[in-house]
């Protein structure tokens, strides 16, 4: 079975069972500053675990599955080895307020033996078994034992069986794991060889998390009035044990790239089969990430998730035996493969070619510098009393603190693979601390620049217009395309407006062109704008759309655009504004671009021109 085969059996599975297909959100998170990327497949529900949105509402149900694209930064390094990735699609099914523990399990153990067909006794299973917290979950256990013998069903403590909260506080639970043995033979350990052992026995393939405590500031933990079903597997290890393969690498996921390597001239084939074998693990990997994040918008950069992307891309073209490489045949073999799951990654093709294009030819001329030369001016910026010392020893002699490493990469752009090719050693432990520091400060710094404006990049007064037009092309959109239209997240600068929506195809010109004219006919009307205060269910009841990521407090502002009246307004959406006063202070509005953004979202580029009233012209807006 192919992994488009275990997608689709995956998806038609659960909506059988009730649950809502939800189409793989960007991975760029939707205004979410605690993290740089989608990491898991609950991201995009937040809002829901939460409270602060209803899925029923929204989906048409209690029960929601996706399948997830998701990128992790920790596994860069070891990426290489047999098992990890960066990029990686993740299987979950969820639900809100609806089944809880006895049905997760149950669709858990019928979906791996009768519709992916694993052997029950390569099967295992794992719950929570307590500490002095929180006691043992012996449901789970108890559960278990419906599909599987008492000595293949373990339980584990915090560290393996436990989830959450993300922060000091909030919602969190056991979980119960299904694992999978890939040999049947125990390691050195004999019969202490069990899941989580270290040697590589078994695979861990399905996590079911039962959220069902809140953790206050004391440490305590309280039931939760209602519980929730967050599971996730992922795609990659799932094709290795349903394809019967002994790595992730080896299955039709990865398999067309290395056929490609193998015959590319440039990648080369070097002395040593494993160090082949290793290279083209990374460059797999990597490009096949950057792919994906460049499709979703990220762009190579010296911060956040611009800088992620440089990072692998680099440590990519680093493999390669020749510089002379191209991006086309690499990048036409990975759409291919995912061209049916993803397919605005075909729209996005020749403008991901270019850009890694460019990338390359920029790292070129970094790579021809001098690194001595570049090392000497590390030295200085740093301070360091062996600058003349270190620069005259031999390329094999040269050993640099991590932070030297560290700056070389990040403001020369020289990749710690290339820093070893040139003979010098660095702690790579301390090194890898340096980046760690380097992404939480560009983190924080995101969420400064997006966490409290709702995608704003400052409050200037032609911002404030392009964010009050936002609501305005919000209703626009939905009275075009209709009401499955919501935003997925905006980003608005003094010098244009970006709006992404649920949307699953392109929007044709005349479709544009009428957007664009409700747009502009509301601006000339000069609605009159209101900010209106109301409870969360009371916003909710009036019909009030927007973001749900926020914990909102008793109260929440709502913007109302053509009336008071909640029934009589053109937008009404909960918003922490700024917002001018009234549309005519907008100006004009322009569409410039329509493009994919993600699966089944859509993105808008547009221009906002000054405020058609003249005598605003250079003075600061009234704002609400």
Not at 2 to 30: M, T
Not at 411 to 437: C, W
Not at 521 to 531: M, N, R, S
Request: hydrophobic letters at 35%; aromatic letters at 10%.
């Amino acid at each position: 079975m192919n992994a488009q085969s275990i997608r689709k059996e995956f998806l038609e599975y659960f909506a059988s069972k009730g649950h809502a297909v939800v189409p793989s959100s960007s991975l760029i998170p939707d205004n979410d500053a605690s993290v740089l990327l989608t990491t898991a497949g609950m991201q995009q529900f937040k809002p829901y675990f939460l409270g602060q949105r209803d899925p029923k509402e929204d989906f048409g149900a209690n029960r929601l599955c996706s399948v997830q694209k998701c990128y992790r930064t920790s596994d860069i390094e070891p990426v290489g080895d047999a098992s990890h990735h960066t990029f990686f699609e993740m299987l979950g099914n969820f639900a809100m307020h609806d089944y809880f523990k006895p049905e997760a399990i149950a669709f858990a153990w019928e979906f791996l033996t009768k519709k992916m067909h694993l052997h029950k006794d390569r099967l295992w299973a794992t719950y929570y078994a307590g500490d002095e917290l929180v006691g043992e979950d012996s449901e789970a256990a108890k559960l278990w034992e419906e599909y599987l013998p008492k000595e293949r069903i373990q339980g584990f403590g915090r560290d393996a069986n436990w989830w959450g909260p993300p922060g000091n506080t909030g919602s969190c639970g056991p979980c119960a794991e299904l694992h999978y043995d890939m040999t049947e033979k125990a390691c050195a350990l004999g019969e202490q060889c069990k899941p989580n052992c270290a040697c590589g026995r078994f695979v861990e393939l399905w996590n079911l998390v039962f959220t069902e405590y809140e953790k206050n500031e004391k440490g305590e933990f309280t039931p939760l009035p209602t519980k929730n079903i967050d599971t996730g597997m992922g795609l990659e290890r799932l094709a290795t044990v349903v394809q019967k393969k002994q790595s992730n690498y080896e299955t039709d996921l990865f398999a067309p790239i290395f056929e490609f390597l193998e015959k590319d001239e440039h990648f080369g084939q070097l002395e040593f089969a494993s160090e082949n074998l290793k290279r083209m693990r990374i460059v797999a990997d990597h490009i096949r990430g950057a792919v994906f994040l460049l499709a979703d918008g990220v762009r190579f950069s010296n911060k956040d998730r611009g800088y992620v992307l440089r990072r692998v891309v680099r440590r990519a073209i680093d493999q390669y035996a020749s510089l002379e490489l191209t991006f086309a045949g690499i990048v036409e073999t990975i759409v291919s493969m995912y061209e049916m799951p993803y397919p605005y990654l075909r729209e996005h093709q020749s403008e991901i070619v270019s850009l890694l294009e460019k990338e390359l030819e920029g790292y070129r001329r970094v790579l021809k510098a001098d690194v001595t030369v570049v090392y000497k001016k590390v030295q200085k910026q740093l301070g360091s009393q062996e600058l003349e010392e270190m620069t005259e020893r031999t390329p094999s002699e040269r050993d640099i603190s991590a932070e030297e490493a560290f700056r070389l990469f990040t403001s020369y752009g020289f990749s710690p693979d290339r820093l070893k090719k040139e003979g010098y050693r660095f702690d790579e432990a301390a090194f890898q601390e340096f980046l760690k520091q380097h992404q939480d400060v560009s983190r924080s710094q995101s969420g400064k620049v997006t966490g409290f404006h709702g995608g704003l990049a400052d409050t200037k007064p032609n911002t404030v217009r392009g964010h009050t037009a936002t609501h305005l092309l919000q209703a626009a959109l939905r009275e075009v395309l209709g009401n499955h239209v919501a935003q997925k997240g905006s980003n608005i600068t003094t010098e244009r407006v970006r709006f992404d929506f649920l949307h699953p195809d392109k929007m044709t010109p005349e479709q544009i062109q009428q957007v664009e004219q409700i747009v502009n006919e509301k601006i000339k009307a000069d609605l009159p704008v209101y900010k209106k205060w109301y409870t969360v269910a009371e916003a909710k009841e009036i019909g009030a759309l927007g973001l749900f990521e926020e914990r909102y407090g008793d109260k929440v502002s709502v913007y109302l655009m053509g009336s008071e009246d909640p029934a009589k307004v053109f937008s009404k959406e909960f918003c922490g504004g700024p917002h001018v006063a009234h549309t005519g202070l907008i100006g004009s509005f322009k569409i410039s671009k329509e493009e994919s953004s993600s699966a089944g979202v859509r993105r808008i580029k547009a221009l906002v021109g000054e405020s058609l009233d003249p005598s605003l012209a250079g003075k600061e807006i009234e704002t609400l």
